[in-house]
């Protein structure tokens, strides 16, 4: 049996006001040939599908259209939630889909043992069995407790995760005791190493204080959330399958893959790393402005890759006609090779004014929100755990939001 581990698709995502779905098609169409090509009998999804909990109509529809061109490979299909997913968007047909083979967790079931689902061979026999947990939010685990501490409530939703997975892996050695035991899960396990786009995880409910050590002894722990591919503690057996595609500036040097695994007379013999294709070049250029003007222009007729590009300009002194010059050639740089997505300046002798906060050129649609907050936290000089409260019930009131 073949199986492959992917996760935190995010389709709909923009990058900046770029927008990356139809690089998402390109690898939903590559993974589709890579599936036939292989005769991969699984597929794992480890969470989030989408890039928000309300996807636009687009992002769906390349959802659908994968599912429709999977479906008839026999590829079985296991789809669980993240944190950017909304669970009744992805649970919405899975009556229809537990029909053809595609089981979808979208958000933590009553009973934990309905997240376990058996991968069967040719011969219709079990060949593995995968505990499929979504993204776990605090609700899902406890309950608050009036004049309890943060320190009080992060142990117990420790604890609520540990428990969960121990007793799903329990069951499955108790029903399935001789074929592969697969974990899945979307959640921040200490030590992993993040991208600008997963850097503000930390210190935000679950996602920073779930150590590998916690989880049961699975075979494999197929692991979304964090968009770069690693190991975690070293461990073969415990990876995150990271992003298909970059889906910021920071991850323009990562090697995009999907895992395989290959089980074996009833053991896992392999764990493979198969790399996907680069759709598209991420640049991030620092310097001067005319240090920047000269490398923009080397770059205006280089047609190896669609170039994507974020600017950082660096100089000792802000000035009115700096400013100028520098809008009048971002504005009218044109290239059918190279676009400039995001322009900036960081001053030597910079004041921190509100205004600049983000640096000169930064535009309001360009932040997220959680930035926006972070930038107020820092100007009103809040931390510790006065900070980490402000940020769960920001984070929580933003996911009410995006999911009304």
Same mark, same amino acid.
């Given at each position: 049996?073949?199986?492959?581990?992917?996760?935190?698709?995010?389709?709909g995502?923009?990058?900046?006001?770029?927008?990356?779905?139809?690089?998402?098609?390109?690898?939903?169409?590559?993974?589709?040939?890579?599936?036939?090509?292989?005769?991969?009998d699984?597929?794992?999804?480890?969470?989030?599908?989408f890039?928000?909990?309300?996807?636009?109509?687009?992002?769906?529809?390349?959802?659908?259209?994968?599912?429709?061109?999977?479906i008839?490979?026999?590829?079985?299909?296991?789809?669980?939630?993240?944190?950017?997913?909304?669970?009744?968007?992805?649970?919405?047909?899975?009556?229809?889909?537990?029909?053809?083979?595609?089981?979808?967790?979208?958000?933590?079931?009553?009973?934990?043992?309905?997240?376990?689902?058996p991968?069967r061979?040719?011969?219709?026999?079990?060949?593995?069995?995968v505990?499929?947990?979504?993204?776990?939010?605090?609700?899902?685990?406890?309950r608050?407790?009036?004049?309890?501490?943060?320190t009080?409530?992060?142990?117990?939703?420790? %604890?609520?995760?540990?428990?969960?997975?121990?007793?799903?892996?329990?069951?499955?050695?108790?029903?399935?005791?001789?074929?592969?035991?697969?974990?899945?899960?979307?959640?921040?396990?200490?030590?992993?190493?993040?991208?600008?786009?997963?850097?503000?995880?930390?210190?935000?409910?679950?996602?920073?204080?779930?150590?590998?050590?916690?989880?049961?002894?699975?075979?494999?722990?197929?692991?979304?959330?964090?968009?770069?591919?690693?190991?975690?503690?070293?461990?073969?057996?415990?990876?995150?399958?990271?992003?298909?595609?970059?889906?910021?500036?920071?991850e323009?040097a990562?090697?995009?893959?999907?895992i395989?695994?290959?089980?074996?007379?009833?053991?896992?013999?392999?764990?493979?790393?198969?790399?996907?294709?680069?759709?598209?070049?991420?640049?991030?250029?620092?310097g001067?402005?005319e240090?920047?003007?000269?490398?923009?222009?080397?770059h205006?007729?280089?047609?190896?890759?669609?170039?994507l590009?974020?600017?950082?300009?660096?100089?000792?002194?802000r000035?009115?006609?700096?400013?100028?010059?520098?809008?009048?050639f971002?504005?009218?740089?044109?290239?059918?090779?190279?676009?400039?997505?995001?322009?900036?300046?960081?001053?030597?002798n910079?004041?921190?004014?509100? %205004?600049?906060?983000?640096?000169?050129?930064?535009?309001l649609? %360009?932040?997220?929100?959680?930035?926006?907050?972070?930038?107020?936290?820092?100007?009103?000089?809040?931390?510790?755990?006065?900070?980490?409260?402000?940020?769960?019930?920001?984070?929580?009131?933003?996911?009410?939001?995006?999911?009304a």
């Amino acid at each position: 049996m073949k199986i492959l581990h992917t996760a935190d698709w995010h389709l709909g995502k923009k990058l900046y006001t770029q927008e990356l779905l139809g690089d998402c098609r390109l690898f939903l169409d590559w993974l589709i040939a890579e599936i036939k090509t292989r005769r991969v009998d699984a597929l794992l999804i480890a969470g989030d599908v989408f890039d928000s909990a309300n996807p636009p109509q687009e992002a769906l529809q390349a959802y659908y259209h994968f599912l429709r061109d999977l479906i008839p490979t026999g590829c079985q299909l296991i789809i669980t939630g993240g944190n950017h997913d909304s669970a009744a968007v992805l649970n919405g047909p899975k009556d229809i889909f537990k029909r053809l083979n595609v089981h979808v967790i979208g958000g933590a079931c009553d009973d934990c043992l309905e997240e376990i689902i058996p991968l069967r061979d040719a011969s219709g026999a079990v060949a593995a069995v995968v505990c499929a947990v979504p993204f776990l939010r605090d609700r899902d685990l406890k309950r608050s407790i009036e004049g309890e501490t943060q320190t009080d409530r992060r142990a117990a939703v420790r %604890e609520g995760i540990r428990r969960r997975y121990q007793q799903a892996y329990e069951h499955c050695r108790e029903v399935h005791p001789e074929v592969p035991h697969l974990g899945m899960g979307h959640l921040f396990v200490t030590g992993s190493a993040l991208s600008d786009d997963d850097d503000r995880l930390h210190a935000i409910g679950t996602l920073d204080l779930f150590e590998a050590a916690l989880f049961p002894p699975f075979d494999y722990l197929a692991l979304g959330h964090i968009h770069r591919p690693q190991r975690i503690g070293q461990q073969a057996h415990v990876r995150y399958a990271g992003s298909p595609i970059p889906l910021s500036f920071s991850e323009h040097a990562d090697g995009k893959m999907v895992i395989e695994l290959v089980i074996e007379a009833k053991k896992l013999t392999e764990i493979n790393e198969i790399s996907t294709p680069n759709f598209r070049s991420l640049k991030r250029v620092k310097g001067r402005l005319e240090t920047v003007e000269i490398w923009l222009n080397d770059h205006r007729h280089d047609n190896s890759l669609i170039t994507l590009v974020e600017v950082e300009l660096q100089e000792p002194t802000r000035t009115p006609m700096l400013l100028d010059v520098a809008k009048l050639f971002f504005e009218g740089f044109q290239s059918d090779h190279a676009t400039v997505l995001s322009w900036r300046f960081r001053f030597d002798n910079q004041a921190q004014t509100i %205004e600049q906060l983000f640096g000169e050129g930064s535009r309001l649609q %360009e932040l997220r929100e959680r930035d926006v907050f972070d930038k107020w936290l820092d100007d009103k000089d809040i931390e510790g755990e006065d900070r980490l409260v402000l940020a769960e019930a920001f984070d929580e009131l933003l996911t009410e939001i995006h999911s009304a």
